[in-house]
């Protein structure tokens, strides 16, 4: 997977802004749709690429040559929205779309609320036993 050659991006502005038109419409979609279903999460760069923390990481996303990714950090994510996301592309916890063929954003949000729920499900559990 080629990285798209850009200079490391100081924010995601930025980062977005250094793509080619399509993928930046299509990140900038994705982008929209993680930042309404997690509106409390923490936007940053982070191994380079956008990043969104709420009680950890929840998920990143970047763009490559031929194909953008969906990190979701969490491999039970790809296995519980097996079903929604057949037609792409995944391995590990990575989800591959193109700007012709993006994941819903419907899909991209229930995503996110599954990882905060995660997040907070495994946050709970570490607090509780230092108590």
Known sequence: MEKIKTAPAKNVDAYLQALPPDMQAVL????????????????????????Y???GALVHFAAFKNHC????VSKNVLT?????LEG?????????????????????KKI?????KENEERNAIKNGKKQ
């Open 53 to 55: 923390k709420y009680n």
């Open 28 to 51: 900038e979609n994705l982008r929209k749709a993680v930042k309404a279903a997690a509106p409390k999460a923490e936007e940053l760069i982070s191994y380079q690429i956008p990043t």
């Open 80 to 84: 519980v929205f097996e079903k929604e």
């Open 88 to 108: 792409f592309k995944s391995s590990g916890t990575t989800i591959q779309f193109t700007p012709d063929h993006p994941i819903p954003a419907t899909l991209v």
């Open 112 to 116: 996110v609320k599954m990882r905060i």
């Open 69 to 72: 990714s969906l990190v979701a």
